[in-house]
């Protein structure tokens, strides 16, 4: 099946500072990624639509000014965290539809902000 | 928006028998909906899914039942075994028919 790549697999900042996740398709181009956020034991949780050329759409109650969205290519979907805090911590997963319409996901990035 | 519930949130059962997670959609444009299996810090893989214009789908162990009338579909496992225990997600494709929303997930255990 088609490969979604993600980087870094985990990562812990301080408090205030930015993060940045990137997501590759590596064997297709996507001209859209969709980004997730998973809480411990809950669902993942759609954030934003990220478009290539244009600008991300977030969903309802995510803050666009603190999780920065850029698609600058059919192939990488970058989201960076900004002024991190504790409660931001969570497990980011993208994801890509390949042309057949089916989803494949990141391995997914940890976030633990001291 | 589209929502999507799932039932039940933890499930139990002996090796050998069969086990059954419901979903219910809210959209009615939905068209797509696809279970995945996640083991703990891992990503979601998908185990089957299902497109509006048929009403099963069968994969060895695994089947999934969609009533696009009542607005919900069904994961069926038969024969389960200590390595399905995982959390089961269903999912629905939202309005643009891209992105997915998922249901909360069950916690599936298979005891031997």
């Known amino acids: 099946g088609a490969v979604v790549s993600q980087h870094p697999s985990w990562v812990i900042c301080k408090s205030g500072t930015s993060v940045k996740i990137e997501c590759r398709s590596l064997d297709f181009q996507a001209t859209t990624m969709f980004w997730y956020r998973q809480f411990p034991k809950q669902s993942l949780m759609l954030m934003a639509t990220?478009?290539?050329?244009?600008?991300?759409?977030?969903e309802q109650g995510v803050e666009k000014d603190k999780f920065l969205i850029n698609h600058a290519s059919l192939t990488l979907s970058t989201l960076t965290v900004t002024s991190a805090h504790p409660e931001d911590s969570s497990f980011y997963i993208c994801?890509?539809?390949?042309?057949?319409?089916?989803?494949?996901f990141g391995e997914g990035s940890r976030l633990t902000v001291l | 928006g589209e929502n999507v519930e799932q039932h039940p949130s933890t499930l139990s059962v002996q090796e050998g028998d069969s086990a059954v997670i419901k979903c219910t959609y809210s959209?009615?444009?939905?068209?797509?909906f696809p279970w995945y299996k996640q083991e703990l810090g891992k990503r979601p893989q998908l185990i089957i899914d299902i497109r509006s214009n048929v009403g099963e789908k069968k994969d060895q162990r695994i089947a999934v039942t969609l009533n696009k009338t009542a607005k919900h579909f069904s994961l069926h496992i038969t024969e389960t075994q200590p390595e399905d225990s995982a959390v089961y997600f269903c999912a629905a494709n939202n309005q643009a028919g891209t992105a997915l929303i998922f249901g909360k997930g069950t916690t599936l255990s298979v005891s031997s």
């Open positions: 994801s890509a539809n390949e042309d057949t319409g089916e989803l494949f």
């Open positions: 990220s478009n290539e050329g244009s600008k991300a759409t977030y």
């Open positions: 959209d009615s444009a939905s068209n797509y």
